[in-house]
């Protein structure tokens, strides 16, 4: 019965804790854009920078 004692102070001390963090995260944007990052691994943005510039000639015209 006495281990009471020590267990409802040690769950009060993670429940505040846990709050704090939460409020915390709010405060700081955690939570402001969910699905961005969600669904970022779908797109490739990262492209080589020759892959964009090699057809360069005109289609139809021959040298």
Known sequence: MS???V???IAILLVCIAIGVFFWAVKSNQFE???????SILFDDDLPKKANNQ???TPGKHD
């Open 55 to 57: 057809n360069t000639k």
């Open 33 to 39: 854009d969910l699905e961005r990052h969600g669904s």
């Open 7 to 9: 267990l409802i102070p």
């Open 3 to 5: 281990i009471i004692y």
